[in-house]
Protein backbone atom coordinates (compact mmCIF):
# COMPACT_ATOMS: atom_id res chain seq x y z
CA UNK A 1 0.00 0.00 0.00
CA UNK A 2 2.72 2.52 0.87
CA UNK A 3 4.57 1.42 -2.14
CA UNK A 4 1.76 2.38 -4.21
CA UNK A 5 1.05 5.67 -2.93
CA UNK A 6 4.75 6.76 -2.94
CA UNK A 7 4.48 5.75 -6.85
CA UNK A 8 1.33 7.69 -7.51
CA UNK A 9 2.76 10.81 -5.42
CA UNK A 10 5.99 10.61 -7.77
CA UNK A 11 3.62 9.98 -11.07
CA UNK A 12 1.44 13.21 -10.47
CA UNK A 13 5.19 15.03 -9.38
CA UNK A 14 6.51 14.36 -12.92
CA UNK A 15 2.91 15.33 -14.22
CA UNK A 16 2.54 18.52 -12.47
CA UNK A 17 6.35 19.66 -13.58
CA UNK A 18 6.32 18.65 -17.19
CA UNK A 19 2.82 20.50 -17.61
CA UNK A 20 4.44 23.42 -16.14
CA UNK A 21 8.09 23.15 -17.77
CA UNK A 22 5.97 22.94 -21.00
CA UNK A 23 4.25 26.29 -20.08
CA UNK A 24 6.69 28.03 -19.17
CA UNK A 25 8.89 27.09 -22.47
CA UNK A 26 6.26 28.28 -24.49
CA UNK A 27 6.11 31.43 -22.93
CA UNK A 28 9.78 32.12 -22.64
CA UNK A 29 10.31 31.00 -26.23
CA UNK A 30 6.91 33.23 -27.78
CA UNK A 31 9.51 36.36 -26.11
CA UNK A 32 12.53 35.44 -27.58
CA UNK A 33 10.81 35.03 -30.83
CA UNK A 34 9.43 38.17 -30.63
CA UNK A 35 12.38 40.17 -29.61
CA UNK A 36 14.33 38.58 -32.65
CA UNK A 37 11.19 39.38 -35.02
CA UNK A 38 13.11 42.12 -36.82
CA UNK A 39 16.46 40.29 -36.99
CA UNK A 40 14.72 37.50 -39.03
CA UNK A 41 12.37 39.71 -40.77
CA UNK A 42 15.33 42.13 -42.36
CA UNK A 43 16.93 38.57 -43.60
CA UNK A 44 13.56 37.41 -44.76
CA UNK A 45 12.94 40.74 -46.84
CA UNK A 46 16.47 40.58 -48.05
CA UNK A 47 16.06 37.20 -49.43
CA UNK A 48 12.85 36.90 -50.71
CA UNK A 49 11.89 34.72 -48.72
CA UNK A 50 8.08 33.04 -48.50
CA UNK A 51 5.76 32.40 -45.81
CA UNK A 52 7.14 28.65 -45.93
CA UNK A 53 10.61 29.92 -45.57
CA UNK A 54 9.87 32.27 -42.55
CA UNK A 55 8.08 29.88 -40.58
CA UNK A 56 10.88 27.72 -40.67
CA UNK A 57 13.41 30.36 -39.76
CA UNK A 58 11.62 30.80 -36.44
CA UNK A 59 11.56 27.37 -35.98
CA UNK A 60 14.97 27.21 -36.50
CA UNK A 61 15.70 30.48 -34.01
CA UNK A 62 13.55 28.92 -31.40
CA UNK A 63 16.69 26.90 -30.13
CA UNK A 64 18.83 29.30 -29.59
CA UNK A 65 17.66 30.15 -26.45
CA UNK A 66 16.37 26.51 -25.52
CA UNK A 67 19.30 25.60 -22.56
CA UNK A 68 18.44 28.76 -20.77
CA UNK A 69 15.01 28.85 -21.33
CA UNK A 70 14.91 25.38 -20.00
CA UNK A 71 16.71 25.92 -16.73
CA UNK A 72 14.47 28.33 -15.90
CA UNK A 73 11.38 26.50 -16.56
CA UNK A 74 12.32 23.50 -14.73
CA UNK A 75 13.14 26.01 -11.67
CA UNK A 76 9.53 27.69 -11.55
CA UNK A 77 8.13 24.42 -12.61
CA UNK A 78 9.55 22.71 -9.11
CA UNK A 79 8.72 25.64 -7.64
CA UNK A 80 5.44 26.02 -8.14
CA UNK A 81 4.56 22.48 -7.49
CA UNK A 82 6.80 21.86 -3.96
CA UNK A 83 5.05 24.83 -2.77
CA UNK A 84 1.27 23.68 -3.62
CA UNK A 85 1.86 20.12 -2.32
CA UNK A 86 3.22 22.02 0.51
CA UNK A 87 0.57 24.13 1.46
CA UNK A 88 -2.25 21.32 0.20
CA UNK A 89 -0.57 19.40 3.21
CA UNK A 90 0.18 16.69 0.34
CA UNK A 91 3.76 17.00 1.77
CA UNK A 92 3.18 16.60 5.82
CA UNK A 93 1.10 13.82 4.82
CA UNK A 94 3.87 12.06 2.93
CA UNK A 95 6.89 12.75 5.70
CA UNK A 96 4.15 11.53 8.30
CA UNK A 97 3.96 8.23 6.46
CA UNK A 98 7.76 8.15 6.11
CA UNK A 99 9.14 9.76 3.28
CA UNK A 100 11.86 11.88 3.87
CA UNK A 101 13.28 14.78 2.00
CA UNK A 102 15.69 12.50 0.68
CA UNK A 103 13.17 10.86 -1.71
CA UNK A 104 11.33 14.43 -2.68
CA UNK A 105 15.09 15.47 -3.56
CA UNK A 106 15.73 12.25 -5.29
CA UNK A 107 12.71 12.96 -7.51
CA UNK A 108 14.00 16.84 -8.45
CA UNK A 109 17.52 15.23 -9.11
CA UNK A 110 15.69 12.64 -11.53
CA UNK A 111 13.90 15.89 -13.32
CA UNK A 112 17.72 17.78 -13.53
CA UNK A 113 19.60 15.16 -14.72
CA UNK A 114 16.82 14.73 -17.88
CA UNK A 115 16.77 18.69 -18.29
CA UNK A 116 20.62 18.67 -18.27
CA UNK A 117 20.70 15.65 -21.40
CA UNK A 118 17.52 17.49 -23.14
CA UNK A 119 19.72 21.45 -23.22
CA UNK A 120 23.03 19.42 -23.64
CA UNK A 121 21.34 17.68 -26.85
CA UNK A 122 19.58 20.46 -28.06
CA UNK A 123 22.37 23.25 -27.63
CA UNK A 124 25.41 21.05 -28.87
CA UNK A 125 23.93 19.19 -31.44
CA UNK A 126 20.74 20.35 -32.61
CA UNK A 127 20.98 23.74 -32.19
CA UNK A 128 24.41 24.03 -34.60
CA UNK A 129 22.81 22.48 -36.80
CA UNK A 130 19.29 24.44 -36.99
CA UNK A 131 21.82 27.70 -38.08
CA UNK A 132 23.28 25.49 -40.88
CA UNK A 133 19.40 24.62 -41.71
CA UNK A 134 18.66 28.24 -41.27
CA UNK A 135 21.22 29.60 -43.88
CA UNK A 136 20.10 26.72 -46.69
CA UNK A 137 16.89 27.96 -46.34
CA UNK A 138 17.74 31.71 -47.36
CA UNK A 139 20.37 30.62 -49.63
CA UNK A 140 17.96 28.71 -51.30
CA UNK A 141 15.57 31.51 -51.11
CA UNK A 142 17.72 34.11 -52.36
CA UNK A 143 18.53 31.76 -55.01
CA UNK A 144 14.59 31.66 -55.94
CA UNK A 145 14.84 34.97 -56.13
CA UNK A 146 17.45 35.72 -58.48
CA UNK A 147 15.95 32.94 -61.17
CA UNK A 148 12.64 34.43 -61.19
CA UNK A 149 13.95 37.79 -61.36
CA UNK A 150 15.33 40.39 -58.76
CA UNK A 151 12.80 42.45 -56.91
CA UNK A 152 12.20 46.11 -58.01
CA UNK A 153 13.68 49.30 -55.89
CA UNK A 154 15.94 46.41 -53.73
CA UNK A 155 19.96 46.07 -53.87
CA UNK A 156 21.37 42.33 -54.09
CA UNK A 157 24.75 42.32 -52.79
CA UNK A 158 26.98 39.53 -55.39
CA UNK A 159 30.62 38.85 -54.92
CA UNK A 160 32.46 41.96 -56.70
CA UNK A 161 29.06 43.05 -57.91
CA UNK A 162 26.04 44.91 -56.82
CA UNK A 163 22.26 44.61 -58.61
CA UNK A 164 19.67 46.50 -58.85
CA UNK A 165 16.36 47.55 -60.54
CA UNK A 166 13.99 50.56 -60.50
CA UNK A 167 10.75 49.96 -58.77
CA UNK A 168 8.05 50.01 -61.60
CA UNK A 169 5.01 48.30 -61.39
CA UNK A 170 4.82 47.15 -64.61
CA UNK A 171 8.42 45.57 -64.45
CA UNK A 172 6.97 43.74 -61.08
CA UNK A 173 3.98 42.37 -63.10
CA UNK A 174 6.07 41.03 -66.07
CA UNK A 175 8.75 39.80 -63.99
CA UNK A 176 6.02 37.95 -62.15
CA UNK A 177 4.39 36.57 -65.19
CA UNK A 178 7.83 35.72 -67.64
CA UNK A 179 10.83 35.79 -64.85
CA UNK A 180 12.55 38.01 -66.43
CA UNK A 181 14.02 41.67 -64.89
CA UNK A 182 13.26 45.01 -66.54
CA UNK A 183 15.72 47.64 -66.74
CA UNK A 184 19.06 45.75 -64.73
CA UNK A 185 21.56 47.95 -63.30
CA UNK A 186 25.07 46.21 -62.13
CA UNK A 187 28.00 47.61 -60.64
CA UNK A 188 30.92 45.22 -60.92
CA UNK A 189 34.27 45.65 -59.68
CA UNK A 190 36.95 44.48 -62.43
CA UNK A 191 40.02 45.61 -60.23
CA UNK A 192 41.53 47.54 -58.06
CA UNK A 193 41.07 51.71 -59.01
CA UNK A 194 38.36 50.11 -62.04
CA UNK A 195 35.11 49.36 -62.13
CA UNK A 196 32.07 48.49 -64.45
CA UNK A 197 28.63 49.45 -64.91
CA UNK A 198 25.88 47.40 -67.09
CA UNK A 199 22.89 48.41 -67.50
CA UNK A 200 20.46 45.96 -69.65
CA UNK A 201 17.20 46.08 -70.47
CA UNK A 202 16.49 42.57 -69.78
CA UNK A 203 18.21 39.68 -67.94
CA UNK A 204 17.06 36.15 -67.44
CA UNK A 205 18.68 33.47 -65.77
CA UNK A 206 18.36 29.60 -66.76
CA UNK A 207 20.19 26.87 -64.57
CA UNK A 208 21.75 25.00 -62.79
CA UNK A 209 22.25 22.63 -65.09
CA UNK A 210 23.82 19.38 -64.15
CA UNK A 211 27.47 20.22 -63.53
CA UNK A 212 25.64 23.18 -61.47
CA UNK A 213 26.58 25.97 -64.27
CA UNK A 214 23.89 29.14 -64.86
CA UNK A 215 23.33 30.50 -67.62
CA UNK A 216 22.74 34.65 -67.64
CA UNK A 217 21.01 35.97 -71.00
CA UNK A 218 20.75 39.80 -70.83
CA UNK A 219 19.21 42.06 -73.89
CA UNK A 220 19.72 45.58 -74.53
CA UNK A 221 23.07 45.21 -72.76
CA UNK A 222 25.30 48.31 -72.84
CA UNK A 223 28.91 48.18 -70.55
CA UNK A 224 30.96 51.17 -69.43
CA UNK A 225 34.47 50.81 -67.90
CA UNK A 226 35.53 53.59 -65.22
CA UNK A 227 38.93 53.97 -63.59
CA UNK A 228 39.37 56.40 -60.45
CA UNK A 229 43.39 55.58 -59.94
CA UNK A 230 44.99 58.95 -59.84
CA UNK A 231 48.32 59.68 -61.74
CA UNK A 232 51.47 59.84 -59.66
CA UNK A 233 51.64 63.95 -57.52
CA UNK A 234 55.17 64.09 -58.68
CA UNK A 235 54.10 64.73 -62.45
CA UNK A 236 54.15 68.46 -63.85
CA UNK A 237 51.69 69.72 -65.80
CA UNK A 238 53.57 70.97 -69.32
CA UNK A 239 55.54 74.52 -69.48
CA UNK A 240 52.33 75.76 -71.66
CA UNK A 241 49.83 75.63 -68.67
CA UNK A 242 52.59 77.34 -66.35
CA UNK A 243 51.25 80.88 -65.77
CA UNK A 244 52.72 82.96 -63.88
CA UNK A 245 50.20 82.39 -60.44
CA UNK A 246 50.93 78.66 -61.05
CA UNK A 247 54.39 76.89 -58.96
CA UNK A 248 56.60 74.79 -61.20
CA UNK A 249 55.97 72.38 -58.47
CA UNK A 250 52.30 71.66 -59.05
CA UNK A 251 51.15 68.37 -59.53
CA UNK A 252 49.08 67.31 -63.02
CA UNK A 253 45.42 67.19 -63.09
CA UNK A 254 43.79 64.25 -63.52
CA UNK A 255 42.47 64.12 -67.02
CA UNK A 256 38.81 62.66 -68.48
CA UNK A 257 40.07 59.52 -70.15
CA UNK A 258 37.90 58.07 -72.92
CA UNK A 259 36.46 54.86 -72.07
CA UNK A 260 34.68 52.70 -74.94
CA UNK A 261 31.40 51.78 -74.48
CA UNK A 262 29.95 48.55 -75.35
CA UNK A 263 27.02 47.76 -76.58
CA UNK A 264 24.72 44.20 -77.68
CA UNK A 265 21.53 43.54 -78.66
CA UNK A 266 21.98 39.91 -76.23
CA UNK A 267 24.56 38.66 -74.41
CA UNK A 268 24.80 35.02 -72.62
CA UNK A 269 27.31 34.39 -70.08
CA UNK A 270 28.25 31.11 -68.13
CA UNK A 271 28.94 31.07 -64.39
CA UNK A 272 28.56 29.09 -61.45
CA UNK A 273 26.47 29.02 -58.62
CA UNK A 274 29.36 30.21 -55.70
CA UNK A 275 30.11 33.28 -58.73
CA UNK A 276 26.52 34.42 -58.09
CA UNK A 277 25.74 33.39 -54.31
CA UNK A 278 28.57 32.00 -52.76
CA UNK A 279 27.92 29.70 -49.34
CA UNK A 280 30.64 28.46 -47.24
CA UNK A 281 30.15 24.84 -46.05
CA UNK A 282 29.11 23.86 -42.72
CA UNK A 283 31.44 24.06 -40.34
CA UNK A 284 33.20 27.66 -41.60
CA UNK A 285 31.67 29.15 -38.78
CA UNK A 286 32.05 27.97 -35.21
CA UNK A 287 28.27 28.41 -34.42
CA UNK A 288 27.72 25.42 -36.78
CA UNK A 289 29.72 22.93 -35.29
CA UNK A 290 28.25 20.46 -33.08
CA UNK A 291 29.78 19.00 -29.61
CA UNK A 292 31.22 15.86 -31.17
CA UNK A 293 32.99 18.09 -34.10
CA UNK A 294 34.71 20.61 -31.55
CA UNK A 295 35.78 17.69 -29.55
CA UNK A 296 37.20 15.90 -32.69
CA UNK A 297 39.61 19.05 -34.01
CA UNK A 298 42.62 19.96 -33.50
CA UNK A 299 43.49 23.67 -33.42
CA UNK A 300 46.18 26.48 -32.37
CA UNK A 301 44.89 27.19 -29.28
CA UNK A 302 45.94 30.73 -29.86
CA UNK A 303 43.99 31.36 -32.38
CA UNK A 304 40.67 33.32 -32.03
CA UNK A 305 38.59 30.63 -33.85
CA UNK A 306 39.83 27.89 -31.33
CA UNK A 307 39.00 30.36 -28.28
CA UNK A 308 35.32 30.76 -29.85
CA UNK A 309 35.14 27.35 -30.00
CA UNK A 310 36.64 26.00 -26.43
CA UNK A 311 33.65 29.04 -25.60
CA UNK A 312 30.78 27.73 -27.22
CA UNK A 313 31.64 24.28 -25.80
CA UNK A 314 31.84 25.63 -21.82
CA UNK A 315 29.02 27.68 -22.35
CA UNK A 316 26.62 24.59 -23.43
CA UNK A 317 28.20 22.45 -20.52
CA UNK A 318 27.72 25.52 -18.04
CA UNK A 319 23.76 25.76 -19.11
CA UNK A 320 23.37 22.21 -18.96
CA UNK A 321 24.83 22.38 -15.35
CA UNK A 322 22.04 24.58 -14.56
CA UNK A 323 19.85 22.46 -15.15
CA UNK A 324 20.91 20.58 -12.30
CA UNK A 325 21.27 23.15 -10.49
CA UNK A 326 17.51 24.57 -10.84
CA UNK A 327 15.32 22.22 -8.99
CA UNK A 328 17.83 22.39 -5.97
CA UNK A 329 17.21 26.32 -5.96
CA UNK A 330 13.67 25.41 -6.40
CA UNK A 331 13.50 23.11 -3.21
CA UNK A 332 15.90 25.93 -1.15
CA UNK A 333 13.39 28.63 -2.09
CA UNK A 334 10.65 26.73 -1.19
CA UNK A 335 11.87 26.54 2.21
CA UNK A 336 12.51 30.06 2.73
CA UNK A 337 9.37 30.86 1.36
CA UNK A 338 6.65 32.23 4.13
CA UNK A 339 4.22 35.35 4.38
CA UNK A 340 7.14 37.91 4.40
CA UNK A 341 8.89 36.35 1.36
CA UNK A 342 6.34 34.92 -0.61
CA UNK A 343 6.47 37.23 -3.69
CA UNK A 344 10.69 37.57 -3.40
CA UNK A 345 11.38 33.95 -3.13
CA UNK A 346 10.67 32.92 -6.71
CA UNK A 347 12.30 36.03 -8.50
CA UNK A 348 15.33 36.01 -6.14
CA UNK A 349 15.92 32.31 -7.33
CA UNK A 350 15.72 33.26 -11.04
CA UNK A 351 17.99 36.16 -10.32
CA UNK A 352 20.38 33.44 -8.26
CA UNK A 353 20.28 31.41 -11.63
CA UNK A 354 20.98 34.38 -14.12
CA UNK A 355 23.92 34.91 -11.77
CA UNK A 356 25.39 31.81 -12.03
CA UNK A 357 24.84 31.74 -15.69
CA UNK A 358 27.10 35.02 -15.96
CA UNK A 359 29.63 33.72 -13.39
CA UNK A 360 30.64 30.63 -15.39
CA UNK A 361 30.76 32.81 -18.51
CA UNK A 362 33.14 35.06 -17.26
CA UNK A 363 34.75 32.17 -15.35
CA UNK A 364 35.74 29.99 -18.81
CA UNK A 365 36.79 33.55 -20.67
CA UNK A 366 39.07 34.41 -17.90
CA UNK A 367 40.01 31.03 -16.73
CA UNK A 368 40.04 28.75 -19.61
CA UNK A 369 39.89 30.89 -22.60
CA UNK A 370 40.92 28.04 -25.18
CA UNK A 371 41.71 25.02 -22.91
CA UNK A 372 38.88 22.27 -23.83
CA UNK A 373 39.29 20.38 -20.27
CA UNK A 374 39.41 23.68 -18.82
CA UNK A 375 35.92 24.40 -20.26
CA UNK A 376 34.36 20.96 -18.77
CA UNK A 377 36.12 21.37 -15.17
CA UNK A 378 35.22 24.77 -14.32
CA UNK A 379 31.42 24.67 -14.79
CA UNK A 380 31.51 21.19 -12.83
CA UNK A 381 33.57 22.50 -10.31
CA UNK A 382 31.18 25.34 -10.15
CA UNK A 383 28.44 23.42 -9.88
CA UNK A 384 29.50 20.84 -7.21
CA UNK A 385 30.40 23.50 -5.02
CA UNK A 386 26.69 24.60 -5.04
CA UNK A 387 25.03 21.42 -5.30
CA UNK A 388 26.43 20.87 -2.13
CA UNK A 389 25.50 24.10 -0.37
CA UNK A 390 21.85 23.62 -1.82
CA UNK A 391 21.78 20.07 -0.57
CA UNK A 392 23.01 21.23 2.52
CA UNK A 393 20.65 23.89 3.23
CA UNK A 394 17.55 21.45 2.28
CA UNK A 395 18.65 19.10 4.49
CA UNK A 396 18.82 21.78 7.21
CA UNK A 397 15.74 23.37 6.15
CA UNK A 398 13.35 20.64 5.81
CA UNK A 399 10.85 21.21 8.30
CA UNK A 400 9.78 24.64 6.68
CA UNK A 401 10.19 22.31 3.37
CA UNK A 402 6.98 20.56 5.08
CA UNK A 403 5.30 22.93 7.28
CA UNK A 404 2.87 24.96 5.78
CA UNK A 405 3.50 28.42 5.74
CA UNK A 406 0.86 30.87 3.77
CA UNK A 407 -2.61 31.53 4.68
CA UNK A 408 -5.21 29.43 3.05
CA UNK A 409 -8.24 31.10 1.83
Given at each position: ?????????A??????????????????????L???????????????????????????????????????????????????????????????????????????????????????????????????????????????????????????????????????????????????????????????????V???????????????????????????????????????????????????D???????????????????K??????????P????????????????????????????E??????????????????????????????????????????????????????????????P?????????????????????????Q???????????
Open positions: MYGAFTHLYRGFFASVMLQVLAVMGLVEAIFAERFPIVFRDVIKNDADLLDTSLIFACTSTQIFDLALAISVLMAVYWTTLRMRENRELLVLFTAGTGPYRLIALTLAIALAAQIGSLMVSSVIDPASRYVQRVILFDAEFRALRGGISTGQFYYLPNRVAFAPAQSAAGRDRASSGQTKNLFVYEEVEPGTFRITADRAHLDGPDSSGNLLLKLGGFTARKFSDIQPPASTALPPAQVDATTCACPKQPESVSRPVLRASNVATMTIEELLPFPRGSEAAEMTIFDLLGTKADPTSARRQEVHLLGGWLARSFLCLLAPLIALASVCLTSRATNYLALPLACMALMSLNVTSEWLLRTIAPSDLGAVTVPAALTAVFTALLLALIVRKGELVRPQLARS
